[in-house]
């Protein structure tokens, strides 16, 4: 949603809350806030997230900020027609139901926003790692587990994704050794990969990010730092996301 077709009053609040900052994006929901009724919309800021809401018969919105340091998880569950957009801080879960035409508003907000720290340091204050170098198709089984485990629970359609790519127990069994006894950053800096193999990772590690219906930033930020170290660009990231969707809307058949 553009930030200019807000409600004046939404508006106003900002601009004395954000003096001379402009929101990463508006995300309007399909409703309200945890499946009541009426309307509302997220607004993050790099720091902070405001979130408005109130019912049609509430002639003001109520609004609650939250920080984006405080967040746990930041999640995005896709379905058919839809999404749903979870902020969990803590005890406190804000779910947002919205409609296809604000995912991508909630997906730049994901990449935006800096809500796994401790991650990001992870990646980018490590030293780059260079062992001996690894086949590209043990490689990609090696990111595969990476992916599949960051969220510290393997999905079934995860699991089903990585048993399919790998085809044999051999690939499988020498991929997981690997993947236990190495680091994440570690297993980059042993590939050497072609432009084609490279795309060839990106699509897969995306499509397995998305395999279980949620989106998870960390997940996203692992994709983030593997296309980094591979010289791919935001564009193309963004393109093998777009058809990937298109791709697993099965449900318009």
Do not use: W
């Not at 200019?4 to 994006?25: H, M, S, V």
């Not at 109130?54 to 569950?77: C, G, N, T, W, Y």
């Not at 690894?134 to 079934?156: E, H």
């Amino acid at each position: 949603m553009d930030f200019t077709f807000l409600a004046d009053r939404i508006k106003t609040q900002l601009l004395e809350l954000q003096t001379g900052n402009k929101p990463l994006c508006v995300i309007r929901g399909s409703g309200g806030f945890n499946d009541e009724l009426g309307e509302s919309y997220i607004i993050p800021f790099s720091d902070v997230i405001y979130l408005y809401s109130r019912k049609f018969s509430d002639p003001d919105f109520k609004v609650k900020s939250v920080m984006i340091a405080d967040i746990e998880h930041l999640l995005l569950k896709q379905e058919a027609f839809s999404a749903l957009l979870s902020i969990d801080v803590g005890s406190d879960i804000t779910n947002l139901k919205i409609s296809s035409a604000e995912i991508p508003n909630a997906e730049l907000m994901l990449e935006k926003i800096d809500s796994c720290n401790d991650l990001e340091e992870q990646f980018s204050d490590s030293e780059v790692y260079d062992g001996a170098p690894i086949s590209p198709l043990l490689g990609l089984a090696i990111l595969l587990m990476f992916i599949a485990t960051t969220d510290d629970d393997i999905a079934d359609e995860e699991q089903e994704f990585i048993t399919k790519f790998c085809n044999d127990d051999g690939l499988y069994n020498k991929a997981y050794e690997y993947y236990q006894n190495n680091t994440f950053e570690q297993t980059l800096g042993s590939l050497v990969l072609n432009e084609q193999q490279k795309m060839c990772y990106l699509a897969n590690i995306i499509e397995l990010a998305m395999v279980d219906g949620v989106f998870d930033s960390r997940e996203q930020k692992m994709i983030k730092c593997f296309a980094q170290a591979a010289d791919l660009t935001e564009d193309q990231i963004r393109t093998i996301t777009d058809v990937l969707l298109i791709k697993n809307q099965l449900s318009i058949l």
